[in-house]
Every structure is written in C-alpha cells, then in structure tokens.
C-alpha cells in the first residue's frame, strides 16, 4: 500500500454567503401537465433549496393551469435565483415571491393558510380536554366514536403546530396537513 | 420524391412519417443516429427518402457531440435519433454537456410501446425522468395527436432564447399511429414559454453612460456572443474599435473578436493570459458581453475585481447576479442589445476618456510584455505549445477554412492558448461541463456539415480513447477529420493538479498500455502518422492536412510540460503563477495549506 496523508484538496473557489435565510412564499402558476411538478421538485433538489411547504391543485380547469405555492427559506441572492431559476422551467407562466409583496404592501407576511386533519384517541378526563382546547382553537369535529376524534383545523402555520402541540400529550396519533396556501392581500392580482 | 414543395399540413399520416416531415419542415438536412427497436419505424421512414441524410454513429454519447459540433458550426439545431432504453441513456453526457454550453440539440428518442410504459418491459427506461434535469425541456409524447406539436415545440425552444438540449420520447405505437399532421406555425401555442428578445433600453443607456466615463475599462466577452449569431461578433468587433476598450473573452467565446485584433487580449481565467487577468482585476468598468462568471474564470470571488463596476449582458435572467453581484444587469440578446448600445454610443457622440484610455493602454501594454506564453522550445523535444503554433502555421499555410475542435485536458488549454482564432463558430469545445470524448465525434459533426474545410480536433492521448470508435463514421461517410495527438503519455491536466495540489503523487494519472495510435488509425482504414522530432514536424504536419482521407496524428511531446500561466486554487487575477516562475519548487508551494483546505 502506498504511503497515507493528509486531506486532498478539490479545484473549487468556494465563499459563503453571509445574507441572512429568511422563509418566503412563492406563488407559481404552471400549465397542469405530465411531469410538471417533477420539474420544480427537481430544480429545488438538484439546486440545493429548500422546501419548507409545498401546496399544489389545479386552479383553472378551463386552461389546464395549476398553482404551485412553496415556502422556502433562502437568504435574499438565493431566493432571486430560485424565482429565476423557477421562470426558466417551460410550462411555468409566472413566479410571484408573496413575502417581497406583502412587505411591499407594509405586511410582514402575505395571507396565509393550512388545514390540518388531527386523529385524537382518548378516553375519560383526556377525552374532554381535547374537546375543549379544539373549540378554543375553531377546530371541527369531522369523525368520532367513543374511543377517538378526528379535528380538522384551519389557519396560518403558527397556529396548526400550536394545536398539535397541544394536543400531543392528549392522544394524538395521526396528523395530516395540506401545506400552505397563500396569496396577496388587496384587489390586484399577483 | 420532392416532399419540401409541399405543404404536408393537416394531412393524415404516420407518428414516423410525421418525425420526417416535421424535421424537414424545421430545415434539418442531416441527423446524427443509432438505430433499435424503438424507434425501428422512423428509420424506415428515413430509408425512404433522400431529404434527410442520416448519419450513423458508433456509439450514441457520440451522436450527441456530433449534433453538438454541427450545431455549433452552423447556428442550426443539432439532431439526434436513438433507441429506448441504452440509446437514450448513453446520450446522456452529450445532452447535459449541450446544456452546460447551450447548443441547441434535438434529440428524439425510441420509447417501448404506450401500453407497456411502466412495466419494466424490455429496453425500457424513464427517458424523461433521466433527461429532465440534463434539458431545456423534454416530453413523452402519448398521442400521436401531440406529435407534430411537440415536435416543432421542440425546435422552437431549443433554439430561442437561451439554445439548449431538448428530447422528445416516442413510444412505438405511437410512431405507427396515423394521425393528422401540422406545420410549425402550431408550436406558437405555448405561450408560458416567452424567450426574451429586446432589453431594457434605460438598461442599456445607464451602461453606455458608465462606459464613457470609464477610464480602466475591460470587455469580458462569453458563448452568448457565439450563440446569439455573426452579426453580434460583427458588432462586438464595432463597439470595440468605436470605444478602444481592450477585450478579453472565456474559452467558449474565443474567435467572436479576432485573436489578431489590435485590443485582444487573449483568453482569461484559470490558464488565461497575465495581460487578461490583471486588466480584469484592476479594471474599473467591466463589460461582460455574454458570459456567465463561471468559476474558472472568476478566481477568488471576494478578489474578483475589486473596484470595478459591472455590467452584465445575458440573454438569461437567472445568470445575472448568481454568481457576482452587478451593477447594471441588461437581460436581452447580445446582437439586439450591442446595436442599442452602437446606436446610443454614436448618437450621444460619446467619446472615451482619451487620456485616461491612452495610460490604460500603456499599462496593458507593460502587462504584454511579461509573455505569459513563453516557453522553451528546444531541438529535440516538441514542447506542446510550440505544436500548437506550428499547426497553427500549417492550417494558414493550406488556405483552407479551419475548424478546431478538443478534448478535455491541458492540450484544450494549450489549443486556446495558442491557436489564434479569427472567426467565430470555428472553434468546439467542452467548456461547462469538460467532457473527454467530446472532440472527435464533435469534429465529425463539423465536417458533415462542412465537407471541404479542414477539421481538426486536438486531441489528448487519454481523452481520445473515450470516443474512438468515431473512426468508424468517419471513414464510413468520408470525414477527413484529422486528429491531432498532443501524446504526453499521462492525463496531463490531472497529472498537473496532482503536482500542485497532491504532493506530485501521480495517482492513477500515467496513461498506461496506451495503443499504437498509428496502427490503430490503419485498423480502421484511416491514415496514422507517428513524429517526435522537431525538425520534421512542419513538413508532417503538411501532409496530414493534405491527406484524403481522416488521419490520426500521433505527436509526442515532452511528457511533463504544465499548462501556465495559472490561476492557482483560492488564489485571486494578480496572484497568477507564471511560466518562467514555475521551478518545481514554486509549484509544490503555489496553493498554501489554506488554499488547499478551503478550495
Ligand atoms: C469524461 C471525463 N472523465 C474524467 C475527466 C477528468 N479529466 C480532466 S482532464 C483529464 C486528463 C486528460 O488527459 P489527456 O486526454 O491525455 O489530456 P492532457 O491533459 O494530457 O492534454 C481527466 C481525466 C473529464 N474531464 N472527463
Ligand atoms: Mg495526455
């Protein structure tokens, strides 16, 4: 065996980015066709971004168009490429960043929303807790029997993870949220 | 047969027949293919006419590069035709080195039967989902109701805009399906896909006005100024004989401004010359004409040209500010946005700062004088650069119009060294993505498309082997490509990282057992010539541009020869390593520890 030392070297330059990472949320309407969704998946991972939510259905049927919304968290140069990057993509009609928008318009976020599905299997005194924190929070019962309750609950991200916490000491088993929705505040359209 | 006169929309025929009538409807006189089973109905087609010449390859990556080097040599897409499955897969280098480089290629693919998508069937493989991150855009088409879309979609997008690799899936049921044909005028129907054509001119105007005011300013010009066509080399040479701006350009724009031109600067970046790197360093106003900041160009970024201000002219919005942040981003076509810029420049009567230009000048001038290119040649050895030069002379001296295409390696360096190219589209070569194996099949697609120029494709001993059994087209079609051997006996360039970087331990990097270069050439039935002597290479070298037929040109040369000057790893333009201070020593100790921890 030849003779072992010390760690090689590659032929990159390589410099960090010093921006801070903050999380937009992109609103991208694309034509509704086979592999599109691949496609901006496949930018994110092959591109290193991240994905922090990802909501996406057919929005027009008449004209095959779906929107894609994406929470992402990126510094400021990283969140220009991704939209740029996203406008290269064919079947891509337009990319909207609603944070930038939102704070264009004096808001910290633009209006945004999850539902969440929440399978809590109690009995006795847990039972009732759940029932009461879900009416605190607006929360539907949408299935029950003796043993369990099925919340559905609707509203920005902070307050979803604050009723599954809550619920988590309680019985929760099960959750399923749709990711974010999002759009722009006021009459115009983005 | 003359199908062109006609006019073959809304008529019914075949998925195959379709493939033709829309490859001739796109002006396509040649494609580069293999044949199999999926796609077995569209080269019946093909076996039935004369519009299209077919070209058959050995090996699909090598379809690829030669659709590549076509389609570089003459601005028109690229076409390639394989089979499903390891067809599709072996063009796979090809189709990422297109898109690295933006040629635009039409590949079109054989794909099992509809009914069979999915089920692991024979010679079947996800075309798309292997090909979607390595193209512009790619389909499956389902129906042969899409197939004349699609398939003038695909011109269309591979050739506007930014150029770039598109694949088209055809399964075989639909190559036999009848359908209705339509004409190109149908691809207009996407309307997500918006390639940019004009630019900003409020852009345009703040740039020009920046230039007037500069006083160290350097043009750094890029492929964009190839790819976007003659006229914007014809206005990029304009603008710098209106301004003086000394011009500089990456190894993917060389020959858009003549290397004989009175402000060229030579080539920059990693191997650039000292003058180039040093005027971009300490520059106050540069201009990036089509070229996208790569990282062999920039050095250090944090060093990258500290006090200058940037303007930047890409067709592509995504290249602006990914790499280096600019001051004046113009997003646009090269040749519409340089005419703006002409136009602006004259009728505002701007003048440079003629003092100020005239010490810039005096400065480059000094710069020159360093000789960043020198080199010892002596009589007994042939030292790389100085075959270079001499091939060079000989290619002058035979008259005939020169195409160069490389491999990937220290010979690609030297070639863009020391090869002065005059005019674009005549020089090929892997620059984004470096692929050995690129050169040959490269310079057979050139001369199909240009059948009495002389092709050469400098070549390295290692990376010709990668696509060698291109020899077999070549002779088959009547190619007269030369191949030029720069034979150092190692993988030159990974030799020269492992000098520098790895202790000189020579790791894999010696090539060994390489064959005999000149019985492999008559193995195939081509010419092989054999030369270690300086004094007989002129004349040599005379005769391989004169043979008939393709020749390889086995040229040995000193073995360890290093390609400087060099920018080393983590080290910034005005910390270049000259040849003449290249000893062994300065080169174990060119990239200190910092360096080769960081880089
Ligand atoms: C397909 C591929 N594999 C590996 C490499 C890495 N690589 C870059 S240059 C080089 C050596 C090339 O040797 P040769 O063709 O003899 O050229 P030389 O540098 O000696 O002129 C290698 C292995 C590459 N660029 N492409
Ligand atoms: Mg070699």
């Known amino acids: 065996m030849n003779e072992v030392v010390a760690p090689p070297a590659s032929a990159y330059f390589i410099v960090k980015d010093n921006g801070t990472p903050e999380n937009h949320t992109l609103s991208i309407l694309v034509d509704n066709e086979p592999g599109v969704l691949a496609r901006v998946i496949g930018l994110f991972s092959g591109r290193g971004y991240n994905i922090e939510s990802l909501t996406v259905t057919e929005t027009e049927h008449e004209k095959h168009l779906s929107r894609i919304t994406i929470v992402s968290n990126g510094t400021h140069s990283v969140l220009e490429q991704m939209r740029h990057q996203l406008e290269r993509i064919v079947p891509v009609h337009s990319v909207t960043d609603l944070t930038v928008v939102a704070h264009a318009k004096g808001y910290e976020k633009p209006l945004e929303r999850e539902l969440a599905m929440l399978k809590v299997v109690a009995t006795g005194e847990q039972r009732l807790e759940a029932l009461r924190l879900a009416d605190a929070f607006k929360a539907q019962v949408i299935d029950a029997n003796v043993t369990h309750f099925i919340f559905e609950v609707t509203g920005r991200t902070s307050k979803i993870e604050q009723f599954i916490a809550i619920m988590a000491p309680l019985g929760l088993v099960e959750v399923c949220r749709t990711g974010v929705a999002a759009m722009a505040r006021g009459p115009g359209i983005e | ?599």
């Not at chain 2, 983590?570 to 270049?576: D, F, R, S, T």
Request: aromatic share 8%; hydrophobic share 40%; charged share 20%.
């Open chain 2, 1 to 599: 047969m003359n199908a062109k006169k006609r006019d073959f929309d809304g008529m019914e025929m075949t998925g195959a027949a379709m493939v033709l009538q829309a490859l001739r409807d796109n002006g396509v006189e040649h494609i580069f293919g293999y044949p199999g089973g999926a796609v077995l109905p569209i080269y019946d087609e093909l076996f039935q006419q004369d519009d299209i010449q077919h070209i058959l390859v050995r090996h699909e990556q090598g379809a690829g590069h030669a659709a590549e080097g076509y389609a570089r040599s003459t601005g028109k897409a690229g076409v390639v035709l394989v089979t499903s499955g390891p067809g599709a897969t072996n063009t796979v280098t090809a189709l990422q080195d297109a898109l690295m480089d933006s040629i635009p290629l039409v590949c079109i693919t054989g794909q099992v039967p509809t009914s069979l998508i999915g089920s692991d069937a024979f010679q079947e493989c996800d075309t798309v989902g292997i090909t979607r991150p390595c193209t512009k855009h790619n389909w499956l088409v389902k129906s042969v109701d899409d197939l004349p879309r699609v398939l003038h979609e695909a011109f269309r997008i591979a050739t506007t805009g930014r150029p770039g690799p598109v694949v088209v899936d055809v399964p075989k049921d639909v190559q036999f399906a009848l359908g209705i044909y339509q004409g190109p005028k149908i691809a207009e129907s996407r309307i997500s896909y918006k390639p940019k054509v004009g630019a900003n001119l409020e852009q345009i105007k703040s740039a020009v006005a920046l230039m007037a005011k500069a006083k160290k300013p350097v043009i750094y010009s890029g492929g964009g100024v190839i790819n976007s066509g003659d006229k914007a080399s014809e206005l990029l040479r304009e603008l710098v004989k209106e301004t003086e701006f000394p011009i500089t350009s990456t190894l993917m724009g060389l020959g858009a401004y003549p290397a004989s031109g009175e402000r060229w600067l030579g080539m920059l970046g990693m191997h650039g010359t000292y003058e180039a790197n040093m005027a971009m360093h300490d520059c106050d106003v540069m201009v990036n004409i089509g070229a996208r900041f790569d990282d062999r160009i920039t050095g250090r970024i944090d060093a990258f040209a500290p006090d200058s201000k940037k303007i930047h002219i890409d067709i592509d919005p995504s290249s602006i500010n990914k790499i280096v942040h600019v001051d004046i981003g113009v997003v646009g076509d090269v040749a519409y946005v340089l005419e703006q810029m002409l136009a602006l420049w004259k009728k505002e009567k701007k003048k440079h700062q003629a003092k100020a230009l005239k010490d810039w000048h005096a400065q480059i001038a000094k710069w020159q004088a360093r000789n960043s290119l020198a080199y010892n040649q002596t009589s007994d050895v042939i030292m790389p650069q100085h075959a270079i030069e001499r091939l060079y002379e000989a290619s002058q001296r035979s008259g005939k119009e020169t195409f160069i295409t490389t491999e990937v390696g220290q010979h690609q360096m030297w070639a863009a060294q020391y090869f002065g190219f005059e005019k674009p589209n005549h020089w090929m070569t892997s620059g984004g993505l470096g692929t050995m194996g690129y050169g040959f099949p490269a310079a057979v697609g050139v001369q199909v498309a240009h059948r009495e120029a002389l092709v050469i494709d400098i070549a390295g001993d290692a990376s010709i082997q990668m696509m060698m059994q291109e020899m077999s087209t070549a002779v088959q079609y009547g190619l007269p490509v030369k191949i030029f051997i720069l034979n150092n006996q190692h993988m030159g360039m990974v030799r020269q990282w492992q000098q520098l970087l790895h202790g000189n331990r020579l790791s894999s990097s010696y090539s060994e057992a390489v064959p005999d270069f000149v019985k492999l050439a008559e193995a195939y039935g081509a010419t092989g010539m054999y030369c270690d002597d300086p004094n007989t290479l002129d004349d040599m070298l005379d005769d391989m541009i004169n043979a008939e037929g393709p020749v390889i040109f086995d040229c040995r040369v000193a073995n360890l020869a290093n390609c400087f000057p060099m920018i080393p790893s983590g080290k910034a333009h005005n910390e270049m390593l000259l040849p003449d201070e290249a000893s062994d020593d300065a080169i174990a100790t060119a990239i200190d520890s910092k360096g080769k921890a960081l880089v």
